[in-house]
């Protein structure tokens, strides 16, 4: 297991020295935000992005993610220029010696969550999820939701999302499918392993098809070309927000496969309905058996890249939400904890 950050580049308050200083970190996980979605990622901009990183004695071997064009997931005719950069990304990525890229193949938006600051009995605010306020918002009244994506006129997105209930969940496969097999051989020569990371909330919200969201789902997705380079990024959070979700299964049916490149650790605390919000790490913090999770891990063998994919804001601390120092730290070390008493239980008893 190698043990990763997510950091935003320079516009991220958190800096790179502080992150080195969290005990077992490896290294850090970032993308090149400059580059229009759909254009080729050049390889000085990410050789300049990887200097910079090892500079602080950090690795660099992950990105997350490289967008996926919306026309590639709406399957429109300029899909196969679209799909050609994106393949010319992964191979300047190999290039540059990275060696997982992150994705995902949400319609529209990624992640979404109705409060950003929802503050939990100890004082900390953290991320939420109410599933009856999204159900009574009415997409063609336009949509305003903390952290959504701004970029879109609302006559733009009303005809995007009436283009995407026109393809549901069959045709977005589809396009999946297409989009797998344009790029995965460009992976496979290069020696980049892909990991499409889950639909977080893990079903459809707004009328949007959603179809990387369960055991099924991820099997699918696999099996559509099935070498390693088409992989996962298992994130525990995203798929237990979905009650019915085992991640322990999960990850010692994928992990076991050598499918996982990619491991996205954090607890969430969730209702039959759908509801949920983001808890510190700590397995009894939350409704995720994160001790077990990091054994099936150890278990499997697994030598991928993990990291502690959100934190709550904790300590006074100001900043991105999710994406502060000091919690994320904290699920860091809790990590690397329950790894090393798995290891060493193991030691003991093999003597
Ligand atoms: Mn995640």
Not at 17 to 34: C, E, F, L, N, W
Not at 193 to 217: C, E, Q, S, T, Y
Request: proline letters at 6%.
């Amino acid at each position: 297991m190698k043990m990763t950050f997510r950091w935003y580049g320079d516009g991220d308050p958190v800096p790179l020295d502080y992150i080195r200083q969290i005990p077992g970190m490896y290294g850090i996980v970032s993308a090149v935000y400059d580059v229009p979605v759909g254009e080729v990622w050049p390889v000085e901009k990410i050789r300049t992005l990887k200097t910079k990183i090892e500079s602080h004695g950090l690795k660099f071997e992950v990105i997350e993610s490289v967008p996926v064009h919306e026309d590639i997931k709406l399957g429109r005719p300029t899909r196969d220029r679209l799909i050609a950069n994106y393949a010319q990304t992964v191979r300047n990525l190999a290039q540059c010696g990275l060696k997982v890229v992150c994705y995902n193949f949400m319609p529209v938006f990624d992640w979404t969550r109705t409060i950003l600051a929802m503050k939990l009995d100890d004082g900390s605010s953290t991320l939420a999820f109410d599933a009856d306020e999204v159900a009574r918002i009415d997409p063609e009244q336009g949509i305003n939701l903390p952290g959504w994506d701004t970029s879109y006129k609302p006559a733009e997105l009303k005809a995007l999302l009436a283009e995407y209930r026109g393809i549901g969940e069959a045709q977005l496969w589809a396009n999946l499918e297409y989009f797998l097999k344009g790029v995965i051989p460009a992976a496979q020569e290069s020696g980049i392993k892909m990991a499409i990371h889950p639909d977080d909330p893990p079903r459809p919200i707004f009328g949007l098809p959603r179809i990387v969201k369960n055991v099924a789902d991820l099997r699918r997705l696999l099996a559509i070309v099935d070498v390693p380079e088409n992989g996962l990024t298992l994130c525990a959070g995203s798929l237990g927000a979905d009650i019915g979700n085992n991640i322990v299964t999960m990850v010692q049916e994928f992990a076991g496969q050598g499918r996982i490149h990619f491991a996205h650790i954090r607890n969430v605390k969730v209702d039959e309905k759908g509801n949920f919000h983001e808890t510190a790490h700590k397995s009894d913090c939350g409704s995720l058996d994160i001790a077990g999770i990091v054994k099936a891990y150890y278990d499997a063998g697994y030598e991928g890249y993990v990291r502690p994919d959100h934190g709550r804001m904790i300590w006074g601390e100001t900043g991105k939400p999710g994406y502060g120092l000091y919690d994320r730290a904290l699920g860091a070390v809790y990590i690397n904890g329950l790894w090393e008493g798995v290891a060493k239980g193991e030691e003991k008893s093999a003597h």
